[in-house]
């Protein structure tokens, strides 16, 4: 027989197997009055039965703000899978008017901000925030992508960057973007991406005091 949760910790264990709507709202909305956090989440715990609703149920617990995105990468399941869950919670969780921007995609790509109904709007809207950069970064492919190349970059800005200023700038107080741009073409790097790393070597050189001629 399975052992039930807890049954001498506060508050009441739900009765039955199934996380329906009215159990998850009264787990919610009783957590800050009738049950502790460790005593919600051994209901998840006992109460999962391989479905996604009682991870996100304990996400939430844990974190004020939060986006789909970021619950979808977390989870590894459709974002309506998790927008079906969020309309269940409801009004245990509440959809704010703040938006997060996508850092790659379209202006118009972005991401509606939830809070859980106790937390303050601006404190939920900045742990989103960082909650959702963090994830993109780790697990979607064109923020990798861009990420990887902008690491890189800042790589060659290092190494392009002290070895300019050695050869070329070491006794002399001044020089121009013209010539980072020639050093840069001589070391086999063109296109937008030899403009972007010479305004990055131009600001470099400037930090080191000598004058850059545009």
Do not use: C
């Not at 703040?98 to 709007?121: M, Q, T, Y």
């Amino acid at each position: 027989m399975a052992k039930e949760p807890l049954s001498n910790s506060p508050g009441t264990p739900i009765p039955n197997n199934e996380l329906t709507k009215d159990n998850i709202i009264l787990l919610l909305l009783d957590i800050r009055e009738r049950l502790s956090p460790e005593y919600a989440k051994s209901i998840l715990s006992y109460y999962s039965k391989g479905s996604v609703a009682p991870k996100v149920i304990a996400y939430i617990l844990d974190h004020g703000g939060f986006t789909i995105p970021t619950l979808s990468y977390q989870f590894k399941v459709p974002r309506e899978t998790i927008y079906a869950i969020f309309r269940r919670l409801s009004p245990g969780i509440i959809q704010t008017r703040e938006k997060l921007e996508h850092p790659i995609k379209s202006p118009g790509n972005k991401a509606n901000v939830w809070r859980r109904f106790d937390v303050d709007l601006l404190e939920a809207v900045n742990e989103a925030r960082t909650l959702y950069y963090e994830t993109l970064k780790k697990y979607d492919p064109a923020v990798k992508i861009a990420e990887a190349k902008r690491m890189d970059m800042e790589k060659q800005k290092d190494d392009l960057g002290r070895s300019f200023m050695e050869e070329h700038v070491k006794d002399h107080p001044e020089t121009r973007l013209k010539d980072i741009l020639t050093y840069l073409r001589i070391k086999g790097i063109d296109g937008t991406a030899r403009i972007d790393l010479a305004n990055m070597i131009a600001e470099l050189v400037k930090e080191s005091g000598v004058k850059v001629w545009r």
